[in-house]
T-cell receptor, first 114, second 111 residues
Framework: EAQVTQNPRYLITVTGKKLTVTCSQN?????MSWYRQDPGLGLRQIYY???????DKGDVPEGYKVSRKEKRNFPLILESPSPNQTSLYFC?????????????FGQGTRLTVV | GDSVTQMEGPVTLSEEAFLTINCTYT??????LFWYVQYPGEGLQLLLK?????DKGSNKGFEATYRKETTSFHLEKGSVQVSDSAVYFC??????????FGKGTKLSVKP
């Protein structure tokens, strides 16, 4: 089954404690991205990757890091989380850079930073 | 740059009512257009899409037509059900390979 898998689904952590949210896709997609969803703000892109070892900033990259060492994985790293990073996070992948392809989303990770 | 404007919610309808959620976009070239749906507690899933002008995407009774002249992709359903309660996102394909998401429209359907 084609899918994007995020872990964990829920996470409560304390300010400053480094964490990683994993994302894996089994569709051999080149393009992967991270979004955060906040009430009234919709989905905002954090980082994206066009292929292995190629990453770039989205609209709200501050406080986040990513890496793309393998095609299937695209982890999101919060080196020093702060309460304003409390949010619902989604990983997504797309077949190509082409504007015709749909994106597939993970189930989301609800992060709370206290 | 690329952008999308989506009807603000929340929208509350009675079962079997007609639904329209407006969406207009600004994009270079001719992007594909998508509607995504997010049911409570779940991720986003594709509802329908259209890849060129005058295409009509349809799924689960929902329809949207790619109107190039008005740069619009309005979502419609003739008779909504309680199970359609969700958040709906309009998303044109951006020139950088991403999808440009609207803020979402929350739909609540009452029995």
């Amino acid at each position: 089954e084609a899918q994007v898998t995020q872990n964990p689904r829920y996470l409560i952590t304390v300010t400053g404690k480094k964490l990683t949210v994993t994302c894996s896709q089994n569709m051999n997609h080149e393009y992967m991205s991270w979004y955060r969803q906040d009430p009234g703000l919709g989905l905002r892109q954090i980082y994206y990757s066009m292929n292995v070892e190629v990453t770039d900033k989205g609209d709200v990259p501050e406080g986040y890091k990513v890496s793309r060492k393998e095609k299937r994985n695209f982890p999101l790293i919060l080196e020093s989380p702060s309460p304003n990073q409390t949010s619902l996070y989604f990983c997504a992948s797309r077949n190509t850079l082409g504007r015709r392809s749909e994106a597939f989303f993970g189930q989301g990770t609800r992060l709370t930073v206290v | 740059g690329d952008s999308v404007t989506q009807m603000e919610g929340p929208v509350t309808l009675s079962e079997e009512a007609f639904l329209t959620i407006n969406c207009t976009y600004t994009a270079t070239g001719y992007p594909s257009l998508f509607w995504y749906v997010q049911y409570p507690g779940e991720g986003l899933q594709l509802l329908l899409k259209a890849t060129k002008a005058d295409d009509k995407g349809s799924n689960k009774g929902f329809e949207a037509t790619y109107r190039k002249e008005t740069t619009s992709f309005h979502l419609e359903k003739g008779s909504v059900q309680v199970s359609d309660s969700a958040v709906y996102f309009c998303a044109p394909g951006g020139s950088q390979g991403n999808l440009i998401f609207g803020k979402g429209t929350k739909l609540s359907v009452k029995p």
